[in-house]
């Protein structure tokens, strides 16, 4: 597991042990990612620079490359579900990076606004940005091919594919969410909620995908209902500000944590079946390990706590 951290350090943790690979900087580190073979790990943050790392012979990660994006504040970047691609956004720019040729083999414009998210489609043949006015998707195969716009009112803050690629979410900043079947267009729009929709997550779940939608104390969990041909909806509560979700990659339990400094654990993104006693400033940030076994959360004041299944209580402790 990679730990980036506010004040600029990366660390590696495995089966216990702490490597740190960078302390050197006084800016933050935002976003952190594997490639999918895991032989390669990025960095981006308040430096304006995309650092990678690749895993050497020895088992350990090296810097091999630094990419400079000027003065940008870069906080989003994804790899491609299959291939070594790294995407990642640079003011009103997306960046497509090659690990085999190391060049930059695309330049894509979003052109109205800064990028707010970027996701991959699990096939990898599709790329999508959230900024002012909606998604852009591009097709992997002729990136200057104009893309697709999914219009949102005002702005899209998160956008997901889910598991299978059928649908593709957006957050949106006036208190909307639009889902689309990319296949069976025009999209959905869910109103109503409180606040600005921040994050949208999918169950990984063929039969009966679920999405959950993050916005202020709450979060809400979308259903399709195959009877009556439409999204139903239930409100998850959590005390304070939600600031992250995540579904087990092997079930529909799905994590929340937030401002109130402990994680929920939703059964089918319904029931509350756990409670986890975490950090009393709260926390910013969570990750399933890809087994589903472990399940790790990063608190506000730089402390990182990893919670194991427990096959005796079954539950997480």
């Excluded at 995309?50 to 088992?59: F, G, Y």
């Excluded at 990028?115 to 002012?132: I, K, M, Y």
């Excluded at 852009?136 to 009112?153: G, N």
């Excluded at 939608?213 to 509560?237: D, R, Y």
Aim: charged share 15%; hydrophobic share 40%; with cysteine.
């Amino acid at each position: 597991m990679a730990i980036a951290s506010a004040g600029g350090e990366l660390a590696l943790w495995q089966e216990d042990t702490i490597d740190l690979l960078a302390s050197d900087t006084n800016y933050s580190l935002d976003c952190v990612g594997f490639s999918a073979d895991g032989q390669w790990l990025t960095t981006a943050g308040q430096a304006g620079e995309v650092k990678i790392w690749h895993l050497a012979t020895s088992a350990k990660f090296e810097l091999t490359t630094t990419l400079d994006g000027g003065t940008a504040w870069i906080d989003s970047l994804a790899w491609h579900p299959q291939k070594n691609l790294l995407a990642f956004a640079v003011n009103r720019q997306i960046k497509i990076w090659d690990a085999e040729t190391k060049e930059i083999i695309a330049s894509l414009n979003f052109d109205v606004s800064s990028v707010f998210s970027l996701a991959w489609h699990p096939q990898g043949n599709l790329l999508a940005a959230s900024g002012h006015g909606g998604v852009k998707v591009w097709q992997s195969s002729d990136w200057q091919e104009k893309p697709y716009l999914l219009e949102v009112p005002g702005a899209s803050l998160d956008c997901a594919w889910s598991f299978d690629g059928k649908y593709l979410a957006s957050g949106n900043l006036d208190r909307t969410i639009s889902i689309l079947r990319w296949d069976n267009p025009p999209p959905w729009l869910m109103q109503g909620f409180p606040g600005k929709v921040s994050q949208v997550a999918w169950s990984q779940d063929r039969l009966q995908p679920l999405l959950a939608a993050s916005c202020q104390e709450g979060i809400v969990v979308w259903q399709f209902n195959q009877t009556a041909k439409n999204w139903q909806s239930h409100i998850l509560p959590h005390q304070k500000t939600v600031r992250a979700i995540a579904f087990s990659p092997d079930s529909s339990l799905l994590a929340s944590t937030g401002d109130d400094g402990c994680i929920n654990l939703w059964q089918q993104g319904k029931k509350l079946v756990q409670t986890l006693k975490g950090v009393a400033q709260g926390f910013s940030s969570l990750t399933w390990h890809p087994t589903g076994t472990h399940l790790a959360a990063g608190g506000q004041n730089g402390e990182v706590i990893i919670y194991q299944q427990s096959f005796a209580s079954k539950g997480f402790g």
